[in-house]
């Protein structure tokens, strides 16, 4: 009967199968990390632009307040 998975004939050679393995591996990795680096970033410059944006409104509306509590104020001396 013959084995399925035959000994090493030389125990020092490496095991290739392995090795190409490992580096599809690391490979994938490196490419998850990349994504997701590229997608944080985009989401950074998005957020960016929505908060300048958001604070030129907001600026709007804090004028607006102040004026409707200047004139409150003076109504009420």
């Known amino acids: 009967m013959?084995?399925?998975?035959?000994?090493?004939?030389d125990v020092n050679n490496p095991v290739?199968?392995?090795?190409?393995?490992?580096g599809c591996g690391l490979i994938f990795t490196l490419y998850c990390v990349?994504?997701?680096?590229?997608?944080s970033?985009?989401?950074l410059e998005e957020d960016g632009q929505?908060?300048?944006q958001g604070q030129?409104?907001?600026?709007?509306?804090c004028e607006q307040q102040e004026a409707e509590l200047r004139?409150?104020?003076?109504e009420k001396s």
């Open 2 to 9: 013959e084995l399925l998975l035959k000994p090493l004939e």
């Open 16 to 22: 290739w199968s392995v090795i190409i393995l490992l």
């Open 34 to 39: 990349i994504y997701i680096l590229r997608l």
């Open 41 to 43: 970033f985009k989401e």
């Open 50 to 52: 929505v908060r300048e």
């Open 56 to 61: 030129e409104g907001v600026s709007g509306i």
């Open 71 to 74: 004139k409150r104020n003076s």
